[in-house]
């Protein structure tokens, strides 16, 4: 790839201001993970209640996802990321003024924070409309790496917490989201091409294609993964090797730090060696990581060791299923966007959910690794047997510039 060809064919000015806003706001998405520790102490809580605690955000991020597609295409992506930035930073401030002293008031803390994961469906078409087919991989990467924002969250919020309380850190919150409110007002643009407002019947369409479903189920396994992984490892270290809450957060942050640096990665290899072949490589890698992850090693750097790798797989496929995504919908980018990450939250959080009832009903987190890297192979078989016909299909519709 040509760096000054890449500068020259978009908007760098929206692109950051998108991955910025990005960031910010899955900072603050899964912030109950990193959290999770000091909060299920105070509160008493069981293990399925601290996994469904740091999963809600998740799930509810996932379905907010299909409503920011449809205000992506209805208001354009700039309006729609405006209005979910203002609500996520009043309802940080109201629920650190007003506090938050019970489970029943955390979940609904975790439901504001959930409208922070939707951003996912804005940042990216707002990326992807000013760039071409051969760029679409690293841009959506570039753009898509804002999900680094959980390595920030698991880094300093358990920190925070420990020296000023873990509802401190919810109102500290807003100061960095509101930065990013201000850079993405200086500096977003909507894309010059503006697909046509569908009707509901449009989007019902869309889900008549088998193709659409089946990257629904690719990003609920590569993103699913991730997301889950990244909002339940400070619990599952904390509980699983004994270490106290910020040693917990800095070994989260290594996980997850390595997930969210390859996704543009895995992006622009995609671009250059296709998308397919990339993310069939991936998916078994993660499968195997994630089954030598369930076996709970008692070398804590074991563990840590097979986590990473597992990250590593699923954050370069997140890159990799959205060198795709755009080239197969690029009419439809922006409920396709909605779509996919929908069921990606829905897959993070069936991930961290499992993990939590696996360890209250089993003793052990190995059932909740195991039928996740059995869904990494499910996905893998169903990539194998339908390449050859998105190969064929695809050059026919004159897709043949940008790698599959």
Not at 59 to 82: E, I, Q, S, T
Request: hydrophobic share 55%.
């Amino acid at each position: 790839m040509n760096g000054r060809d890449f500068l020259r064919a978009g908007h760098w000015p929206t692109l950051f201001a998108a991955f910025f806003y990005f960031d910010m706001s899955f900072m603050v998405w899964i912030l109950l993970g990193p959290l999770g520790v000091q909060i299920a102490g105070d509160l008493k809580l069981d293990p399925a209640q601290k996994g469904f605690m740091v999963a809600l955000p998740v799930l509810v991020g996932a379905l907010l996802r299909v409503v920011n597609g449809v205000l992506v295409d209805r208001l354009r992506p700039k309006r729609a990321g405006l209005i979910g930035q203002v609500v996520v930073i009043i309802g940080l401030i109201v629920f650190w003024g007003v506090g938050t002293h019970g489970y029943a008031e955390v979940l609904l803390l975790g439901v504001v924070l959930g409208v922070a994961g939707a951003s996912f469906a804005v940042a990216l078409p707002l990326a992807s409309r000013w760039y071409p087919p051969r760029y679409q991989g690293v841009a959506l990467g570039i753009a898509g790496a804002g999900n680094s924002g959980t390595v920030l969250a698991a880094l300093f919020a358990p920190s925070l917490a420990a020296a000023f309380g873990w509802i401190n850190v919810i109102g500290l919150a807003a100061i960095p989201l509101t930065l990013a409110l201000i850079v993405y007002l200086a500096c977003a643009k909507d894309g010059p091409s503006r697909p046509p407002t569908k009707s509901v019947a449009g989007y019902a369409k869309v889900l008549r294609q088998s193709d659409a479903w089946l990257f629904m189920f690719y990003y609920a396994v590569t993103f699913g993964g991730f997301s889950g992984l990244a909002s339940s490892l400070s619990i599952y270290f904390n509980t699983q090797y004994g270490l106290d809450a910020v040693t917990a957060g800095y070994c989260t942050a290594a996980c997850v730090f390595a997930g969210s640096l390859v996704r543009p990665i895995g992006g622009a290899i995609s671009d250059r060696l296709g998308g397919v072949s990339v993310l069939s490589a991936l998916y078994a890698v993660a499968a195997a990581a994630l089954i030598a992850a369930s076996f709970g090693f008692a070398w804590f750097w074991l563990g840590l060791t097979a986590l990473i790798i597992a990250m590593l797989a699923l954050g370069m496929g997140n890159g990799a299923v959205f060198q795709l995504v755009p080239q197969r919908f690029r009419a439809e980018i922006g409920v396709m966007t909605g779509l996919v990450g929908m069921t990606g939250g829905v897959g993070g959080f069936y991930l961290a959910s499992s993990l939590g009832l696996s360890k209250q009903l089993t003793g052990s987190y190995q059932a909740g690794f195991l039928i996740f890297a059995v869904l990494s192979l499910l996905a893998l078989a169903a990539l194998t047997r339908v390449k050859r016909r998105w190969r064929a299909d695809w050059a026919a519709a004159g897709l043949a510039a940008a790698r599959i």
